[in-house]
């Protein structure tokens, strides 16, 4: 397989780039029902972030949910703000290294999937689940 990135290490867009076609390739009724949700790459979690999660290690980190997930989410209550998806690109591309075994799009597509997941409402178990279903 050729390094599509020669030589460099993937930038934060070519990440975006691949959360949007990751997205794109999830079918058409789960891209509708995932609804308006930002998608933002980020290097690292903030401080404030790791510190709410009760993570040291910043690298532990691929990806975050922050929002309303839609189950809890009701029209008598006020409007809460935009769903948003983080994918951080320093512990991605550290586990895609050490990893070996998937390129980093079927990473990316990984991390993605599972934080909407979170956006539906699922928990991390519920989520390892369905994974090791489809295996």
Do not use: C, K
Request: charged content about 25%; hydrophobic content about 40%; overall charge negative.
């Amino acid at each position: 397989m050729s390094d599509p990135y020669s030589g460099r290490a993937p930038s934060l867009d070519d990440l975006a780039a691949l959360a949007q076609a990751a997205f794109a390739a999830l079918p058409e009724d789960f891209r509708r029902l995932t609804g308006d949700v930002i998608f933002r790459v980020d290097d690292f979690a903030s401080d404030e972030v790791l510190d709410e999660l009760g993570i040291e290690n910043p690298f532990e980190l691929s990806g975050l949910y922050s929002g309303v997930h839609i189950g809890h989410r009701s029209v008598l209550d006020p409007t809460p703000g935009p769903s948003r998806i983080f994918l951080y690109r320093r512990a991605i591309l550290d586990e895609w290294a050490e990893r070996g075994d998937v390129t980093l799009a079927e990473l990316v597509s990984h991390v993605l999937v599972h934080e909407i997941g979170h956006h539906f409402g699922l928990s991390d178990d519920d989520i390892h689940a369905i994974e090791d279903a489809a295996e």
